[in-house]
C-alpha cells in the first residue's frame, strides 16, 4: 500500500434497519440531498426520509440518533478540506444512522491480493479525456445491497465490458454465478477480484446472463450449467501495482477495458459528490469497484469509477477520485481482463 490518509463513508437507496435484514427503498437523491443537507438537519427529518422504523422510546433509537450525531460531526470535519472547486462534498445520507464499524462490516467486504508491481511501458499519445461509458460497453449501475459481494461485482463488471469492446451486445453477466460459485472466496463475507478472475481462468467456467442467474444479495447454492451452455469465459487477465505509475495505468483502462480495482473505501461512508482528494486511509484496501474512464482537462485530473450501491449514491453511482498520488489506493491492485 501506498502512503495516504484516513477517515469515513456514503449511499442512497433508502436502507431500513429492521432486524434481521437491511430493507431497501428507492429515494430520490436531489430530493434527498436538498432536504437533508440543508441547515437545520435533524434525526426526525432523517428518520422520515429513510423510512426507520425504531421506536424513540428504544435503546436502538438512542444508538441510532447518537452515530447519525457522530455522522454531521464527521461532515463538518471533512468539508472544512473541501474548498477547492469540484472537491468532493460530504453529508447525510442512508448511512448516517450506521456506525463506522458497522458499515464496514456490511459494505467493505473486499481483499487485495498482493501485485506485482507494473514493469510495462507507459502508452504515448493517450487522450486527454477517456470514458469507457461513450463507447455504450459500461452496463448500468448495479446495487450489491447489504451483501459484502462488491468483489464480484467488480470482477463481472469488467468481463461484461470486455465482452462488449470485443464486439457482443452489452448484457449483464451473472454476479450471483460468481458469488455462489467461486469457492476460493467468501460469497456476501467477501473475496477478492482477482481470485475470482483465477477461478474462472482455470475452471473456464462460463458466466451466464443475470436474466439467467438473478442477483439475491445473499449467498446461495452453486448450479451448474454445462459446457455447451452459453455464457463468457475468462481466458487470462493481469493484477498490477501501479502505485506511482497511474500515467502506465490510463494506458491499460484505454488499451484493455475497465478495469476491477481494489480502493480503500472508508473515507466513501459520507461521499456526496465531486472530486477525492483526501480522507482516504492508509490501513487496508477493502472494497472492489470498475475503473472506466478518466479525465485531466480541468485543474484536477480524476478517475472516473463505477461502484456497485446504486444510482442514488454519489454521482449517479459514481465516484470520482484524484488521479496521482495513488489516492484511496487506486492503484495499489488493478486487474485487467482477457477473454
Not at 472544512?80 to 444512522?97: E, L, M
Not at 442467474?213 to 481466458?235: E, L, M, N, P, W
Not at 463505477?306 to 495513488?326: A, F, L
Amino acid at each position: 500500500m501506498r502512503g495516504r490518509q484516513v477517515f469515513v463513508l456514503v449511499i442512497i437507496t433508502v436502507c431500513t434497519l429492521v432486524s434481521p435484514p437491511l430493507r431497501c427503498q428507492h429515494v430520490n437523491s436531489v430530493e434527498t440531498r436538498s432536504k437533508l443537507n440543508g441547515s437545520a438537519v435533524d434525526f426526525v427529518s432523517f428518520r422520515e426520509q429513510f423510512r426507520r422504523r425504531y421506536e424513540v422510546s428504544s435503546e436502538e433509537f438512542k444508538r441510532r440518533h447518537l452515530y447519525f450525531q457522530d455522522a454531521t460531526k464527521r461532515h463538518e470535519f471533512l468539508n472544512s478540506f473541501s474548498t477547492a472547486p469540484r472537491a468532493a462534498k460530504y453529508g447525510i445520507n442512508q448511512f448516517s444512522d450506521l456506525s463506522q464499524k458497522e458499515f464496514r462490516d456490511l459494505y467493505l467486504r473486499a481483499s487485495a491480493d498482493r501485485a506485482p508491481l507494473f514493469s510495462g511501458l507507459k502508452t504515448e499519445g493517450l487522450p486527454a479525456k477517456f470514458d469507457w461509458r461513450d463507447k455504450a460497453v459500461v452496463a448500468p449501475v448495479q446495487n450489491q445491497q447489504a451483501c459484502g459481494s462488491c468483489w464480484a461485482f467488480s470482477a463481472v463488471g469488467a468481463m461484461q465490458s470486455v465482452h462488449a469492446i470485443g464486439g457482443s451486445q452489452l448484457e449483464q453477466l451473472s454476479v450471483q454465478q460468481v458469488l455462489d460459485c467461486s469457492f476460493k472466496n467468501g460469497g456476501c463475507n467477501g473475496g477478492s477480484p482477482s481470485s475470482a478472475l483465477n477461478w474462472l481462468k482455470q475452471t473456464r467456467v462460463k458466466l451466464v446472463p443475470q436474466s439467467e442467474y438473478t442477483y439475491k444479495a445473499r449467498t446461495g447454492i452453486c448450479h451448474f450449467f454445462s459446457q455447451s451452455h452459453d455464457g463468457v469465459a475468462v481466458k487470462n487477465f493481469t493484477a498490477n501495482d501501479f502505485g506511482g505509475q497511474e500515467e502506465a495505468m490510463m494506458g491499460q483502462l484505454v488499451e484493455r477495458g475497465p478495469l476491477a480495482v481494489v480502493v480503500d473505501a472508508v473515507s466513501w461512508q459520507d461521499y456526496l459528490g465531486g472530486i477525492i482528494q483526501h480522507h482516504c486511509s492508509s490501513q487496508w484496501s477493502n472494497h472492489a469497484v470498475l475503473l472506466v474512464g478518466y479525465d485531466t482537462t480541468g485543474d484536477i485530473p480524476y478517475w472516473i469509477v463505477q461502484n456497485s450501491w446504486g444510482t442514488t449514491w454519489g454521482n449517479e453511482g459514481y465516484v470520482y477520485i484524484k488521479i496521482g498520488d495513488n489516492v484511496c489506493g487506486i492503484a495499489d491492485s488493478v486487474a485487467a481482463v482477457f477473454l
